[in-house]
């Protein structure tokens, strides 16, 4: 009998091993990979950097209200591009977008609505810093042909598939179909995506936490006191020295949580507290979410489980608090005791 093949897992062959499971479809898996590929596009695009004339605004500003990086743009067009022809699709929406996008009448429509931040991290782009891209996947609900916005306001439990893909040192690809989050590292002289991570735990317990804490003066008094309670240290009541990290791109922040542990967090404030919160709940906190409870992790707005808040807008904004899972806890502990 001829033994297993030992070479490496392409995202192809993971993909067709997960369709014979019975984990996923022809039409998801389909998906999938054209969502990689066109993260494979904005790779290239990002690591050509100044030599390829995508730094800097384009001149532009989007409907949450920021000024637009040439590579915000390019990426959002090369997911749009690459995944309007495929026959998956029903629709798409993206952060760059004010309205979701139906997909065109000259093409089939599929069963699925793909929602994406094209380019997170956008602030730091120009500086040679990490960024990425965050996607999330829903079924367009039944009988609907041409979905509107209101079709993609579904809760985060909902969700089929979710992902992100860092351009850091190495491409990496995090995905989850709902059978535990997997991360691929691009091959970038073969240019496949290759499984280097089967399974990824989100470590229990953590002495690391990530925020931005020059926000600190206009926070709620229970994350003052969270965070003040961290900062004591040993001589504290959380018994323990903390080391602090911000990266200010969600995808980086994330997947250092995501390999090593850690907790993430863009709570409310009074200057985004009009607005709910500062980070997107449909493009960015959902998708995160799915992966990191794929993991082992928790997360959560502080008051209810992430995936539980039913969106009422597309660009709908949350608190977030995210990765391990009792340092979560231990966060939501303090939001409730205040409330
Ligand atoms: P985007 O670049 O997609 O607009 O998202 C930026 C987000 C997120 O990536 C990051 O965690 C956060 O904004 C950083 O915010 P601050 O600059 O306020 O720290
Ligand atoms: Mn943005
Ligand atoms: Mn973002
Ligand atoms: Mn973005």
Known sequence: MTQPSTTPVSLTRFLIEEQRAGRVSADLRLLIEVVARACKTISIAVGKGALGGVLGDAGTGNIQGEAQKKLDVIANDVLLEANAWGGHLAGLASEEMDHSMPIPDVYPRGNFLLLFDPLDGSSNID???????????????????????????????????????????????????GHGTHAFTLDREVGSFVLTTRGMRVPEETKEFAVNASNQRFWEPPMQRYVGDMLLGKEGPRGKDFNMRWIASMVADVHRIMTRGGIFSYPLDSKCAPKGGKLRLMYEANPMSFLVEQAGGAASTGRQRMMDVQPTGLHQRVPVFLGSKAEVEAAVRYHAEHD
């Open 127 to 177: 500086v040679n810093v990490s960024v990425g891209t965050i996607f999330s996947v829903l079924r367009c609900p039944e009988g609907v042909v041409t979905p509107a916005d209101e079709h993609f306001l579904q809760p985060g439990t909902a969700q089929v598939a979710a992902g992100y893909c860092v351009y850091g040192p190495q491409t990496t690809l995090v995905l989850t179909v």
